[in-house]
């Protein structure tokens, strides 16, 4: 496997057309079949299916997607760094959370870090919760803010916890619930259930709500933007985090009772013994984070 094969790859799985990818790259179609060929006889998993009229890329190659970006923007970092005219150095730090709602709320800290840092750049990635923890372990990543499991596997990493948050039910303001203020757990059971998935403590509901409602009426979310976009458009009603939860003008978020708050903080890789992390979670734990 080597740089040009993932080059490749990734214009392939952005065109999805062959010909396409081949001028962009300024190459042949020939060159870039081969290519496409011997890589996915290296991973031994298919990363198109290809007719005569379309491309399409496999769920193998959606799960590579992010592999493959990762791999080339290291790699073109490298590049850069050594490259550089004037040699200097350029330290990274690469933060990933599951919602954009998070790190929007970071940039007092990240400005914090700018200036102690001048040679600072961030990368901030949005990542499925699922992922956050494996690449984090890989190396991959820095830092996660990332909710505490409770019920899952522990990361092999150091976690400080930045707030404890409220589990709340986001509803539409012209649903029979909106002229409350909490609501109890057993008043959803007839509600159909939109979701941020995982549960922050890696159950698929609190307090086993979800156990009396079909599959019909359960939908889930890989992010909480989604959530509420749902809830709009009048699905259900929605239960996530209040830390995440949508601030729409349309919705009303109401405290779910007879829930503990969940833990919410920053995970750093537990051999990483760095200035600059412990530099970020100093100016992340000065944040002003929601209280329950």
């Given at each position: ?77 490298a590049r850069l ?59 991959h990543l820095d ?43 057993a008043r959803l ?104």
């Amino acid at each position: 496997m080597n740089i040009d094969q993932l080059q490749f790859f990734l214009t392939v799985a952005d065109t999805l057309n062959f010909a396409r990818a081949a001028e962009q790259l300024h190459v042949t179609q020939p060159a870039v079949t081969q290519q496409i060929h011997a890589l996915e006889r290296e991973l031994g998993v298919p990363l198109f299916r290809r007719t005569t009229r379309t491309v399409r890329i496999t769920e193998e190659g959606l799960a590579f997607l992010d592999d493959a970006r990762e791999i080339v923007a290291r790699a073109e970092r490298a590049r850069l760094r050594f490259h550089s005219a004037d040699s200097e150095i350029i330290r990274t730090l690469s933060i990933a959370s599951q919602s954009a709602v998070v790190l929007g709320r970071i940039v007092p800290a990240l400005e914090a870090l700018a200036h102690r840092w001048p040679d600072l750049h961030p990368r901030l990635q949005i990542v499925p919760h699922q992922h956050i923890f494996s690449l984090l372990e890989e190396g991959h990543l820095d830092a996660a803010l990332a909710f505490r499991p409770e019920h899952l596997r522990k990361p092999r990493a150091v976690y400080r916890e930045l707030c404890r948050t409220r589990l709340v039910c986001a509803v539409r303001r012209d649903h029979p619930l909106a002229g409350q203020e909490c609501v109890a757990p057993a008043r959803l059971a007839g509600e159909k259930l939109v979701l941020f998935q995982p549960h922050p403590d890696g159950r698929p509901g609190p307090n086993g709500l979800l156990t009396a409602h079909p599959p019909k009426d359960l939908y889930f979310c890989e992010t909480p933007e989604a959530t509420g976009i749902l809830v709009q458009a009048g699905f259900g009603v929605a239960l996530l985090p209040e830390l995440l939860a949508p601030r729409l003008p349309d919705l009303k978020l109401l405290v779910l009772q007879q829930t503990e708050p969940v833990s919410f903080g920053v995970y750093c890789r537990a051999q990483q013994n760095d200035a600059l992390l412990k530099d970020l979670i100093r100016s992340l734990r000065q944040l002003d984070w929601p209280l329950p």
